[in-house]
Nanobody, 126 residues
């Protein structure tokens, strides 16, 4: 059973940067897709970025390509999301999630992920 805990959210002005962290506990292998998702009230959850824990495949939503970078520190069991050039429309609750995957392709479809953190709020002001 995986447990995920996010940190690093906060308030920042447009154009600024934040780095989110997701501490992962209970992982015994690397056959996982690990992802970052975001949601605002009244909208469906959106996949932001994902990566295969065993290395290789990454996914980015078109809205964040070139601005956000997903990475992982397997030694520390931490997943990161570096967010640069933040925009007001990036304001959301950000959550990390995981799914067991026996292939290296990962995408941003949230319904395939079954382990979730509690979320961390990101507010970007103009």
């Amino acid at each position: 059973q995986l447990q995920l805990v996010e940190s690093g959210g906060g308030s920042v002005q447009a154009g600024g940067s934040l780095r989110l962290s997701c501490a992962i506990a209970g992982r015994t292998h690397n056959k996982y897709c690990l992802g970052w998702f975001r949601q605002t009230p009244g909208k469906e959850r959106e996949g932001v970025a994902s990566v295969y824990a065993g290395g290789g495949s990454t996914y980015y939503a078109d809205s964040v390509k070139g601005r956000f970078t997903i990475s992982q520190d397997n030694a520390k069991d931490i997943l990161y999301l570096q967010m640069d050039s933040l925009k007001v429309e990036d304001t959301a609750m950000y959550s990390c999630a995981a799914q067991i995957k026996f292939g290296s392709y990962c995408d941003g479809w949230y319904k395939e992920y079954n382990y979730w953190g509690q979320g961390t709020q990101v507010n970007v002001s103009s």
